[in-house]
């Protein structure tokens, strides 16, 4: 059955998972700091069965790393659905449009549309930032290009590139008041789906999640909880401290510090799965995303105690 | 007004290093109220390259003469019957002061004293902070007089982005989030409703050379006016 005809509008495994009702797992790869193809593979072994996409992160923390689309098309070549991430920082408008239909062309159904980390963090901090357009233009310049077939400029295209548009919602940052306002920003700009910051904080989440449902934005999008285990004390202790717009409330620090010696990864994966369990049953939540950063060998693992095995065929 | 910092003094000094007779030029507007680039500032420029060059055993000659504006045809006329005794001009205006008495003097080499860095307020004596971009299609009536553009380190339009943090930028935290401020200030006004709507892709006006003619004026048939 053609796209056209099935109600679709990518026809990517993650929309399908996610049309279908099934509670959606995505996971995260990190393309190499070279050109090492072995590495990439190796790491989607991990998530191979056991997520429905996995993102594909754009030079991620403004650090320089194999493109995204090129990491993309290694993991189509494995066999797994890539979740395609484009940044703003590094390309303009004319760039963007073409890496886009680029990476449509190879297969890439799913598209992840975010600012980016500033260049200030990475390896390059003098570099020019670009931010030629913002995230929510790019959601309304991927559908556009999508469904009225057009450039951001209105000229005409030859074949759209039928995306499933995801985008990113930080519910933690401050101003809290704003940000449910923010997700409502990017919907109405015509997002698909959601994937969250890192959730730590779960009494936030469940007012922010209460608010999207309330305003009715998740009956417009779907929304996955951005879950990250904690591998160490000292990781909880900088994502709370050095890592801008994230909340991790002292609870989950001193849970990790009471872990018996050697099973503070057991704990921080014990906390995820909790979290898991509690958003699978959670109104407005269709899914979780699994940022389990350098760490893709643990993610059979964490599927298989969150109970999210097997993941649906459709 | 236009704000400028001087450049290190061992890079003006090898700019000039094959020159023995110099026209160091200041300017008494933008760059003279910033403490960068006026009469006092040329004094100071002057001593330090004169005592420099001699403990080289290199002398030079350097006069000095300070206009009103060297963005202004009407003060460059100043420098007609003089320039061509120097080898050399040494300016210490913004980066238009440069251009315009470097294009009116086109045989004699005119070299940069200073580098220009913005468009800001004076929030006190030798402290001052950016506030314009000059993008060319002001947005301070939608975001509570506050520029995206120049305030936010991304300059988003339709922030904040995920990296607030505590009302500050994630670039540092001494810069404080200006979608943060955007958003206190329209709250307080109760005019968040601006921000609801999102702004759409902007057409960028500072791509090219801009060259403002006000309503009512034309460009002068010859270009040697003065």
């Not at chain 1, 369990?277 to 059979?300: D, N, S, T």
């Not at chain 2, 080289?56 to 003469?65: F, K, L, Q, R």
């Not at chain 2, 402290?127 to 988003?156: D, N, Q």
Request: aromatic residues 6%.
């Amino acid at each position: 059955m053609s796209i056209e005809d099935n109600g679709l509008k990518s026809g990517s495994h993650l929309e399908k998972v996610l049309k279908a009702g099934h509670f959606a797992f995505t996971g995260e790869l990190g393309p190499p700091r070279g050109s090492n193809v072995e590495e990439v593979i190796k790491k989607a072994q991990h998530l191979k069965g056991t997520v429905d996409a996995v993102n594909i992160t754009d030079n991620q923390t403004a650090m320089v790393r194999m493109a995204s689309w090129a990491a993309s098309l290694l993991l189509i070549q494995e066999g797994l659905e890539p979740n395609f991430q484009m940044v703003c920082r590094d390309r303009n408008r004319l760039a963007m449009q073409a890496d886009i239909l680029g990476a449509y062309a190879h297969g890439i159904r799913n598209m992840l549309c975010l600012s980016g980390d500033h260049q200030k963090f990475g390896d390059h901090p003098n570099a020019k930032g670009v931010f030629d357009i913002d995230s929510i233009q790019l959601i309304g310049m991927v559908k556009k290009m999508r469904d009225e077939g057009q450039f951001l400029a209105g000229g005409e295209l030859d074949g759209p590139p039928k995306l499933f548009i995801g985008a990113a919602a930080n519910p933690f940052a401050d101003p809290f008041e704003w940000r449910i306002y923010r997700l409502a920003k990017k919907i109405k700009a015509g997002v698909d789906f959601i994937q969250t910051q890192c959730i730590y904080n779960m009494e936030k989440f469940r007012e922010w999640i209460k608010r999207a449902n309330d305003m009715g934005l998740t009956e417009k999008a779907y929304i996955l909880a951005g879950v990250t285990p904690m591998k160490s004390v000292g990781m909880a202790k900088y994502m709370k401290n050095k890592v801008p717009g994230m909340d991790v409330p002292d609870e989950i620090i001193k849970r990790l510090q009471g872990a018996e010696k050697g099973r503070v990864a057991v704990e921080g994966i014990n906390i995820a799965c909790e979290q898991i369990e509690e958003f699978k049953e959670m109104k407005g939540v269709a899914g979780v995303h699994l940022m389990a950063i350098e760490w893709e060998h643990k993610v059979p693992e964490i599927a298989e105690q969150a109970k999210v095995l097997p993941r649906p065929s459709v | 007004m236009i704000v400028a910092k001087r450049k290190p003094f061992d890079e003006i000094k090898k700019m000039i290093e094959g020159h023995k007779k110099v026209l160091l030029a200041g300017c008494g507007t933008c760059v003279a109220v910033c403490l960068a680039g006026g009469e006092k500032e040329v004094d100071i420029l002057n001593t330090e390259l004169d005592m420099a060059r001699r403990l080289d055993d290199n002398p030079i000659e350097i006069d000095t003469i300070t206009v009103e504006r060297q963005c202004d045809m009407e003060y460059l006329a100043d420098f007609d019957d003089i320039v061509q005794e120097y080898e050399a001009v040494l300016s210490m205006a913004c980066g238009v002061g440069v251009q315009f008495l470097a294009e009116r003097f086109p045989g004699t080499p005119v070299y940069p004293a200073v580098n220009t860095t913005g468009m800001s307020a004076n929030r006190a004596i030798g402290w001052y902070e950016e506030r314009c971009r000059s993008c060319g299609r002001c947005v301070l009536a939608l975001t509570g007089g506050i520029c995206p553009v120049t305030m936010c380190a991304k300059g988003l339009y339709n922030g904040p982005c995920g990296g607030t943090n505590q009302g500050y930028c994630e670039i540092s935290s001494d810069q404080p989030c200006a979608w943060f401020k955007i958003y206190e200030r329209l709250a307080t006004q109760d005019r968040l409703d601006s921000i609801m709507e999102i702004t759409p892709v902007v057409d960028w006006e500072d791509q090219v050379p801009r060259t403002l003619i006000q309503p009512g004026y034309k460009k002068p048939e010859t270009e040697d006016i003065d």
